[in-house]
């Protein structure tokens, strides 16, 4: 597993990959737009919508906060 990080102004992406799954998310959705849009342009994916649980991980998202269970 390779968890990746970058700084844009205030905002930032997490990026993590294990295998063939890349998980992300960011302080701002634009950063996420870009990211995808780039991955698309590189390589064949779809997107699976909100993450809602990871293997032996759960997901919780509220409008101002991210659980990991």
């Known amino acids: 597993m390779t ?3 970058r700084e844009v102004d205030k905002d930032f992406i997490i990026v993590q990959i294990y295998v063939d799954d890349i998980i992300f998310g960011a302080t701002n959705e634009s950063l996420c737009k870009d ?3 780039l991955m698309k ?3 064949e ?3 699976m ?3 809602k649980f990871v293997p032996g991980l759960q997901i919780k998202q ?3 906060s991210t659980y990991v269970h």
Request: proline fraction near 0%.
């Open 3 to 5: 968890l990746f990080r």
């Open 35 to 37: 990211f995808s849009n």
């Open 41 to 43: 342009s590189k390589f």
């Open 45 to 47: 994916m779809s997107m």
């Open 49 to 51: 919508g909100e993450l």
């Open 62 to 64: 509220d409008r101002k």
